[in-house]
């Protein structure tokens, strides 16, 4: 299921999808085989395995590689490094996520809390008066009782 909540097409490739073996993936990344390799076994980029246990790289694992490549070379950051921002970003989107859920818990309470609330409202009688506040007064009132005449 996709994240409509809608079945999906088992054959339908997404960015997800592990399809290129290793010496594919590695030429689209521009790395050697042995490179990712050594990012798969220092956990940076862990791509799928078949049951023969070969690895099945994604497009999204393939950028992956790109920005691990260019952290390292460019940027100058050691792989150790490269990994925490890896986890880091995950943890990011992650959240990102768990924000979203929560946006959603709250909106659809505010509806259910707004539906209750117009039907307590509906049910008020109408033939009450409303109350209205009395005002408080220093005067002074004496009663006296009537005698009673025999």
């Known amino acids: 299921m ?8 088992p054959y339908e490739l997404t960015e997800e999808t592990p399809v290129y073996v290793i010496s594919v993936a590695a030429q689209l990344s521009g790395l050697h085989p ?8 220092l ?6 395995r078949t049951a ?3 690895r099945r790289y994604s497009a999204r694992d393939i950028d992956l590689l790109r920005t691990v490549q260019q952290l390292s ?16 970003e995950n943890q990011v989107v ?19 809390m707004q539906q209750r609330e117009a039907a307590v409202h509906a049910s008020y009688r109408r033939d009450l008066v409303p ?8 005067a ?4 006296r009782p009537k005698k009673a005449k025999d």
């Open 43 to 48: 956990g940076l980029v862990s791509p799928d």
């Open 94 to 112: 992650a959240l990102q996520q768990r924000v979203a859920e929560l946006q959603a818990a709250v909106e659809g309470a505010a509806v259910t």
């Open 34 to 41: 042995q490179t990712l390799r050594q990012y798969d076994r």
């Open 2 to 9: 996709d994240s409509t909540g809608r079945r999906r097409n």
């Open 73 to 88: 070379q460019t940027e100058g950051i050691n792989l150790a490094g490269i990994k925490r921002i890896i986890e880091l």
């Open 140 to 143: 002074l009132v004496v009663w």
């Open 131 to 138: 109350y209205q506040e009395v005002q408080q007064t220093s």
């Open 52 to 54: 023969g246990r070969g």
